[in-house]
Structures are given as structure tokens and as C-alpha cells.
């Protein structure tokens, strides 16, 4: 039955990772439940304060990944047609185009997402900037975070 739990663990973790550049799956909390499968299933190998810890430090995570793409857009000058036009671009870019989809999809989905706003193209350039250096904030959080949890999840196995 270990095995069982230990495979659907596995399994949110691939989701999850999955999720850190897929803007519509919730990476980094996907691996932590996998964390939480372990604590349930498999003999709680790990404390409760931990799980808490990790738990806020997901959540934070997850809030911070809306929020770190606009402001950088804000900051830029961008608009909610950028911000969209970016998460829009990340996720068609990694689909269709891997594992450079990823870099230039937020780009041109952001510049396009600011032209369709009616911005000239030089604002809009600037403010798709600020959109794909945010969204490379956020998602290089979520890498780091989800990193750690998939240790400690391999770690106790």
C-alpha cells in the first residue's frame, strides 16, 4: 500500500512542476500536498510545525504569483492587456513551441496584449518587458520552492 501512496505522491509532484510554468495548475501547492500524502500515509515523517511552516511559504508562494507579474508590469507602465497577454503567451509558448516557448511566449503575448490596449509599439515593448521579467520573478520562486518540497518529499521516502 506504500507504494500505492508513494506513486500518487510522485504524481502531484509531476503535476506540480508542470505547474510552475503552466499558469492554470497551482504548481507549488500540488507538491505540497504530496508532502501531506507522506504525513497521512506513510508513517509522518515530518512535524507539524514544519507542515505549517511550508504550508504558509506555499500560500505566500501562490499569492506572490499573481501579484510579482503586475507590479512588474505596473512598474513598466503596462496594462491588465499586457499582464493577461503574457500569462496567455507563457502558456502557449510552452505548449506549442518547448523549452524556448517559455522565454519568448511571455514576451510576445505581453507585447501583443499591450498593442491591443492601442499602445505604440515602443511603451508597449518596455511594458511587456516589465510583464516577462515578472512572470521570470514569480516563476523562478515557484521553481525554488517546489524544488525544495520535492526533496523532502524523495528525501523520506
Known amino acids: 500500500m ?4 508513494i506513486i500518487v505522491g ?7 512542476f508542470a505547474g510552475v510554468f503552466v499558469p492554470v495548475i497551482p504548481g507549488t501547492p ?5 508532502l501531506l500524502i ?4 506513510l508513517g509522518a515523517p515530518f512535524t507539524w510545525t514544519f507542515l505549517i ?10 499569492t506572490l504569483d499573481g501579484l510579482i507579474p503586475a507590479e512588474g508590469a505596473r512598474r ?6 499586457g499582464i493577461y497577454g503574457c500569462l496567455i503567451g507563457a502558456f502557449i509558448g510552452l505548449v506549442f513551441f518547448p523549452p524556448f ?8 503575448g505581453a507585447f501583443g496584449g499591450e ?5 505604440k509599439s515602443g511603451s508597449a515593448l518596455k511594458a511587456a518587458m516589465g510583464s516577462f521579467i515578472g512572470f521570470l520573478v514569480a516563476t523562478v520562486l515557484k521553481m525554488s520552492v517546489s524544488v525544495i518540497l520535492a526533496y523532502y518529499f524523495f528525501s523520506n521516502i
Open 2 to 5: 506504500e507504494i500505492l501512496w
Open 76 to 81: 513598466m507602465g503596462g496594462s491588465k492587456y
Open 38 to 41: 507522506m504525513q497521512l500515509a
Open 115 to 119: 498593442l491591443l490596449a492601442g499602445r
Open 30 to 34: 500540488l507538491i505540497y500536498v504530496s
Open 53 to 62: 511552516l511550508w504550508g504558509i511559504a506555499v500560500a505566500i508562494v501562490a
Open 10 to 16: 510522485s504524481l502531484f509532484i509531476v503535476a506540480g
Open 101 to 108: 516557448g517559455i522565454i519568448v511566449g511571455p514576451i510576445v
